[in-house]
């Protein structure tokens, strides 16, 4: 069973940065996906097995970025100029896949995390 922890949301004033962590129970390939309310979960940023695919949503490149730390089963998003439109609950994901490229869709990961709050004033 995959266990994430994942931790970092809070509220700020647009922006300001934050940074996301996702804590996993193994090195896995990773995604962040947020969703506000009254909309469906979306596609923010990813990052392979190997840390050599990133892949990120128009919305958020230049702004967001995804790194790994492999020796704390870690993924981490640091979230820069953030604007009130980048209000959502945030959560991690695993791809359970370890040869592929970072992936953008909803259906390709097998284990959620339970979510963290950002909110972001204007």
């Known amino acids: 069973q995959v266990q994430l922890v994942e931790s970092g949301g809070g509220l700020v004033q647009a922006g300001a940065s934050l940074r996301l962590s996702c804590a996993a129970s193994g090195r896995y390939a990773m995604g962040w996906f947020r969703q506000a309310p009254g909309k469906e979960r979306e596609f923010v940023a990813a990052?392979?097995?190997?840390?050599?695919?990133?892949n990120y949503a128009d919305s958020v490149k230049g702004r967001f970025t995804i790194s790994r730390d492999n020796a704390k089963n870690t993924v981490y998003l640091q979230m820069n100029s953030l604007k009130p439109e980048d209000t959502a609950v945030y959560y991690c994901?695993?791809?359970?896949?370890?040869?592929?490229?970072?992936?953008?869709?909803?259906?390709?990961?097998?284990?959620w995390g339970q979510g963290t709050q950002v909110t972001v004033s204007s």
């Open positions: 990052i392979s097995w190997s840390g050599l695919s990133t």
């Open positions: 994901a695993v791809d359970l896949q370890t040869t592929r490229a970072a992936m953008s869709a909803v259906a390709a990961y097998d284990y």
